[in-house]
């Protein structure tokens, strides 16, 4: 293992795509501002995108360094280039930082890059995985990937039961597993994550013990994590790392000045803030239904939409809501969600979003569309209680009379009171487990004098095998 340096070097490795950039990013940015040396390692195709005071940011190749996934066209092709140009690229980054008189004491990689780990062991480094979905779902993959449970999920096994969550129907369960044969690969993947993690020296979860207290005690025998989130910057939580009001990383230019200057002469509360992610489509009908409804409800909603999907607007639809609403291309979430004049946060339920919803203690109206979101969906309507999910119809479509009917719960009606009593509990709660002496924050520091101490002997905790670490 690394010796004779006391100040690590961690080398912090991100899935190329801005939901797994952003966490790992703002781990660096921790990591940093706890005395680490922290590189981030991406893809050339990402690396110019990613700006950061006190990171480091290096390229590595994934075969594809022109367009990434875009070139790539296909995801198992994309991952097999990724693990075979990747590993190479990594280790000449460490064969270079080591002849540098800077090498690298750990990598952090993200948990769907699992080759990582076996690029750290092949130069004698540590290494750790980093999960970037809640622990509810990496539990339930985990026990998927050891023949706890099997698949498919048929229907006379529903509700599922996983211990430490909460029932699971149908409508609860990640597609990856309510319809395995629909996506092959991303299966595979989200399976492959598991494959060598028992090697990790650490396993991270970007959750925080609060959050999951329940899930976290049964998963804790099968994956021995430490929580070190919420991954969001620092200045809408704890504000201990100087002017860091923003990831660092955007595969998109923000266009935040306009939406700044609509939400101006805006009530506090008054405005629903619409956003579904940079990678979910709604289908046309579930886009003319949502648009609709947010028409419908007579509030005023700024609507962030990819530039591919304006096209599924109903005609004359801008002309239509020109007095009520502003559609952007773009905009800095955390800014939105920090405005007082945002009321609640219509959003597919992606990890990230669900936690910067949590975080800044905005009402959400859940619209989750596949994979993982349909599970953090559960958990923000029924568990933490700090918004609705509409139901779709038998054609798996969202209604437009459903979107009028949550909006108001949320923002209007007798519920309203007591998901926002709640959403500011969580606020609360959120800030308080990565501030200092938090439940995260004394997760991280221990990582990090660990990694002190084996510059010191070579070992972590005076054994050689990091899992003495993680109690």
Not at 222 to 232: D, H, S, T
Not at 264 to 285: C, H, I, N, R
Request: proline letters at 5%.
């Amino acid at each position: 293992m690394v010796q004779g340096k006391h100040n690590p070097h961690v080398v912090v490795l991100p899935y190329p795509s801005q939901g797994h950039i952003n966490p790992l990013l703002q781990f660096a940015k921790r990591l940093a501002s706890k005395g680490v040396k922290a590189t981030i390692a991406t893809t050339k195709y990402t690396v110019k995108s990613i700006t950061v005071p006190n990171v480091v940011v290096e390229a590595i190749s994934d075969g594809f360094d022109e367009g990434g996934f875009a070139q790539a066209r296909n995801v198992a092709l994309f991952l097999t280039s990724f693990r075979t140009n990747g590993s190479e690229s990594l280790s000449q980054l460490i064969d270079k930082f080591r002849h540098s008189g800077t090498p690298v004491t750990c990598i952090v990689y993200d948990s769907f890059l699992p080759w990582a780990l076996d690029v750290a062991k092949k130069h004698g480094i540590y290494g750790a995985a980093f999960f970037t979905n809640s622990a509810a779902v990496c539990s339930t993959f985990c026990r998927i990937s050891r023949g706890m449970l099997e698949l498919p999920v048929k229907n006379e096994d529903l509700p599922l039961l996983v211990p430490g969550l909460p029932p699971l129907n149908c409508q609860d369960l990640p597609s990856f597993i309510r319809l395995p044969e629909s996506y092959p690969a991303y299966l595979t993947m989200k399976l492959s994550q598991f494959s060598n993690v028992g090697k990790a020296d650490w396993m991270f979860v970007n959750t925080f013990e609060a959050l999951e207290s329940q899930v976290v005690k049964n998963m804790f025998q099968l994956m021995p994590a430490k929580l070190i989130g919420p991954m969001v910057p620092s200045a809408y939580l704890d504000g201990r790392i100087g002017d860091d009001k923003g990831y660092g990383a955007s595969l998109w230019r923000p266009l935040s000045e306009e939406c700044r200057e609509w939400l101006k002469d805006k009530s506090p509360q008054s405005v629903a803030y619409v956003s579904f992610g940079s990678m979910v489509s709604l289908t046309d009908e579930g886009m003319e239904e949502m648009a609709w409804g947010l028409k419908e409800s007579g509030m005023y909603f700024l609507w962030v939409l990819r530039e591919s999907e304006h096209s599924k607007l109903p005609k004359g639809y801008r002309e239509a809501i020109k007095e009520k609403g502003l559609i952007v291309t773009w905009c800095n979430q955390l800014e939105l969600l920090a405005h007082q004049a945002i009321g609640c946060f219509v959003t597919h339920c992606g990890w990230n979003s669900t936690l910067e919803g949590l975080s800044l203690g905005v009402p959400m109206v859940a619209v989750p569309q596949w994979a993982d979101q349909l599970t953090d969906a559960k958990f923000i309507e029924d568990v933490w209680k700090v918004g609705v999910r509409p139901k779709e119809d038998e054609k798996g479509v969202v209604r437009k009379q459903e979107i009028v009917k949550c909006l108001k719960e949320v923002m209007e009606g007798e519920r309203s009171q007591e998901i926002r009593r709640n959403t500011n509990e969580w606020k609360v709660i959120t800030r308080e487990a990565i501030d200092q002496g938090g439940s995260s924050d004394k997760n991280i520091n221990d990582f990090v004098t660990c990694l002190k101490n084996a510059g010191k002997n070579g070992k972590v905790n005076g054994y050689s095998n990091g899992h003495s670490y993680i109690e």
